[in-house]
């Protein structure tokens, strides 16, 4: 069953430290998305991909980098993590090809961040 | 730039009742409009979405949307609802260009027994 995978599911981790947050998916899916939810808020895109070797920033600025070597895999990384970090991290996929273009994003299960 | 607007932050219904979710949207072109749900500690589900045609949407677990144009709204609903519906809705509108989604801020769905 094709689906999109998040690890770890929960992190706690100290000031300053470099973290990264894993996203793969195995449905050869183009497009692929990092939005970040803050508790009780709507979610806001801070990075996307149009495919291997393509990353734009989003809506919302973040201090965060990702990189899209492989076409299943696109991690978010953070060089030093600070408490303003603390939140719930989401990834999504989607595929350009097919009957409809305008395909729907599968999400995984999130990361939740709370940095210390 | 687009937006959505979900104006019920929360709400509170009996197991049974109707339900319907609000959802307006701000979009300068023909919009594509979806509705996931979130479950606590979960990703976001898929409910429906609309991209043309026919403005009432089927979607899984017996909700359905209404797409109105003259109105900017896309509101979600279900003719009964159950226990296990209790979560968070977003509503959302894709950017074409760069086909990513604009969240609503979500509404809260609590259900009494």
């Known amino acids: 069953e094709a689906d999109i995978y998040q690890t770890p599911r929960y992190l706690v981790i100290g000031t300053g430290k470099k973290i990264t947050l894993e996203c793969s998916q195995t449905?050869?899916?183009?497009?692929m998305y990092w939005y970040q939810q803050d508790p009780g808020m709507e979610l806001h895109l801070i990075h996307y991909?149009?495919?291997?070797?393509?990353?734009e920033k989003g809506d919302l600025s973040s201090e965060s980098t990702v990189s899209r070597i492989r076409t299943e895999h696109f991690p978010l990384t953070l060089e030093s993590a600070r408490p303003s970090h603390t939140s719930q991290y989401l990834c999504?996929?989607?595929?350009?090809?097919?009957?409809?273009?305008?395909?729907?994003?599968?999400f995984g299960p999130g990361t939740r961040l709370t940095v210390l | 730039a687009q937006s959505v607007t979900q104006p019920d932050i929360h709400i509170t219904v009996s197991e049974g009742a109707s339900l319907e979710l609000r959802c307006n949207y701000s979009y300068g072109a023909t919009p594509y409009l979806f509705w996931y749900v979130q479950s606590p500690g979960q990703g976001l589900q898929l409910l429906l979405k609309y991209f043309s045609g026919d403005t009432l949407v089927q979607g899984i677990k017996g909700f359905e949307a209404e797409f109105k144009r003259s109105q900017s709204s896309f509101n979600l609903r279900k003719p009964s609802v159950h226990w296990s519906d209790a979560a968070e809705y977003f509503c959302?509108?894709?950017?074409?260009?760069?086909?990513?989604?604009?969240f609503g801020s979500g509404t809260r769905l609590q259900v009494q027994p």
């Open positions: 991909s149009y495919g291997v070797n393509s990353t």
């Open positions: 959302a509108v894709m950017d074409t260009g760069r086909r990513a989604l604009t």
């Open positions: 999504a996929s989607s595929s350009t090809s097919g009957p409809s273009s305008y395909n729907e994003q599968f």
């Open positions: 449905m050869g899916h183009d497009k």
